[in-house]
């Protein structure tokens, strides 16, 4: 006989989505930062020139920023970097969406954008158009540097910038996530165990 959807099977589910309605809020601190606003506003991160002279465009925050990478006119070896950055104050998923474009008459090798999470990883492709776009996720834990980095190769020849925007960090606290798992696999059991009790009627 086909399952269907009984008390059994409903209240774990219920109970679920409560716990994790409820899990959203830690500590009296919201579900979610979204966008450059409350501790991410723009006042609190930190922009950092290593042999660059790029800069930051925050009049469009808290719904996006804009990075500009240096072009001091230095010439082929002088490497350089402009990055932007803050420490997560959550344990949560990092993303945003960017776009990013090159005028280095070279390409995007020149000028690779990355984003920062405790260590730099680049986003764009070497060998791709001067103009590429994507959106990055990933965990990370309270306390890590997080940001975003445009790094020259040559500090000549055309600067790039990325526009960085639908930025979030969504708290997923650290001590809570073996217990939620715990109930995830107790509401499964209990699932299952309710349609195999329906199926036998």
């Known amino acids: ?15 679920a989505s409560g716990l994790v309605v409820g899990i959203g809020f830690v500590d009296g601190k919201p579900a979610e930062a979204v966008g450059f606003t409350g501790y ?18 925050t ?9 500009t990478g240096g072009d001091g006119g230095f010439g082929f070896g002088s490497t350089g970097s402009t990055l932007y950055s803050i420490l997560a104050d959550q344990t949560g998923i990092f ?10 008459s070279w390409g995007p090798f020149w000028d690779p954008f990355v984003v920062i999470n405790g260590l730099q990883l680049q986003l764009t492709d070497n060998s791709g158009p ?13 306390g890590t540097e997080i940001g975003f980095g445009i790094l020259t190769v ?28 715990g ?19």
């Not at 269907?4 to 099977?9: D, F, P, Y």
């Not at 600067?159 to 708290?171: K, L, R």
């Not at 109930?183 to 009627?201: D, I, L, S």
Request: net charge negative; hydrophobic share 45%.
């Open 1 to 15: 006989m086909k399952a269907t959807l009984t008390k059994t099977t409903l209240m774990p589910l219920m109970i």
């Open 40 to 57: 991410y506003d723009p006042a609190n991160w930190t922009l950092t020139n290593d042999n660059a002279n790029g800069s930051v465009d």
């Open 59 to 67: 009049t469009l925050a808290p719904n996006q920023i804009t990075l």
């Open 95 to 104: 993303k945003f969406a960017w776009d990013y474009v090159t005028t280095d």
């Open 130 to 142: 001067n103009a590429q776009s994507g959106f990055y996720s990933e965990w990370v834990t309270v």
């Open 154 to 181: 040559d500090n000549a020849f055309g600067a790039a910038s990325v526009t960085i925007s639908d930025f979030e960090v969504v708290p997923t606290p650290a001590a809570v996530l073996p217990g939620l798992m």
């Open 183 to 201: 109930m995830g696999a107790a509401v499964f059991r209990k699932k299952k165990q309710g349609e195999e009790a329906t199926q036998e009627v």
